[in-house]
């Protein structure tokens, strides 16, 4: 049996009774105060804490070797056993702008890959039909008068020619191009044709 009342001085106290038959005493204990802790449990608690520190503490040093390895490895790539002592480059090396003006001005008609001059050629329809961040789209006349007033002077004569005969017969169009089935465009100012 138990019961449980207050005592004078304001705190409780729990009277266990044993066994009334054996001796008839009654024994009082005193009530712990709210503040305390057993100090099973508080030691628990403290291992616990304990533990947990050196979960963190082994993370940190297991961070800390990394670190350390990754460093220790820049530290050998950067050093003077990876470094470039020669390069061997195959043909002539301009490096002189002058020479290299030359060399480029002096590179006409067949020299340049017939690939390269109808890249010329598309790249000046392209360039001044479609609008750019600083202008809107010139138009496609724009940029056919530019091409035949070029023709033999910057651009293939006979790429020019190849091309304003597409354009002229309507056989060449932006639209069946990748970009414009991928990206959609807002008219900004003349429609190509």
Same mark, same amino acid.
């Given at each position: 049996?138990?019961?449980?009342?207050?005592?004078?001085?304001?705190?409780?106290?729990?009277?266990?009774?044993?066994?009334?038959?054996?001796?008839?005493?009654?024994?009082?204990?005193?009530?712990?105060?709210?503040?305390?802790?057993?100090?099973?449990?508080?030691?628990?608690?403290?291992? %616990?804490?304990?533990? @947990? *520190?050196?979960?963190? /503490?082994?993370?940190?040093? !297991?961070? +800390?070797?990394?670190? &350390?390895?990754?460093?220790?490895?820049?530290?050998?790539?950067?050093?003077?056993?990876?470094?470039?002592?020669?390069?061997?480059?195959?043909?002539?090396?301009?490096?002189?702008?002058?020479?290299?003006?030359?060399? %480029?001005?002096?590179? @006409? *008609?067949?020299?340049? /890959?017939?690939?390269?001059? !109808?890249? +010329?050629?598309?790249? &000046?329809?392209?360039?001044?039909?479609?609008?750019?961040?600083?202008?809107?789209?010139?138009?496609?006349?724009?940029?056919?008068?530019?091409?035949?007033?070029?023709?033999?002077?910057?651009?293939?004569?006979?790429? %020019?020619?190849?091309?304003?005969?597409?354009?002229?017969?309507?056989?060449?169009?932006?639209? +069946?191009?990748?970009?414009?089935?991928?990206?959609?465009?807002?008219?900004?100012?003349?429609?190509?044709?």
């Amino acid at each position: 049996m138990r019961d449980v009342h207050d005592d004078e001085s304001g705190g409780r106290s729990t009277i266990i009774i044993k066994d009334l038959d054996e001796s008839g005493s009654i024994e009082a204990l005193p009530a712990r105060s709210t503040g305390s802790m057993d100090p099973r449990v508080r030691a628990r608690r403290i291992a %616990v804490r304990r533990a @947990k *520190g050196r979960k963190r /503490l082994i993370w940190v040093a !297991i961070a +800390a070797a990394i670190l &350390v390895v990754l460093v220790g490895a820049i530290a050998v790539l950067a050093s003077s056993l990876f470094d470039v002592r020669s390069v061997d480059v195959q043909g002539a090396v301009y490096t002189d702008p002058a020479q290299l003006s030359e060399i %480029v001005d002096g590179l @006409k *008609g067949d020299a340049i /890959l017939l690939e390269a001059r !109808i890249l +010329a050629v598309a790249d &000046v329809i392209e360039g001044m039909t479609h609008r750019r961040p600083h202008r809107d789209a010139l138009g496609m006349d724009a940029a056919v008068a530019e091409i035949a007033g070029g023709r033999g002077t910057r651009y293939d004569p006979a790429v %020019v020619d190849a091309c304003i005969a597409l354009i002229e017969e309507k056989r060449f169009s932006f639209a +069946a191009g990748i970009e414009h089935a991928m990206v959609p465009t807002v008219p900004t100012g003349p429609t190509p044709i």
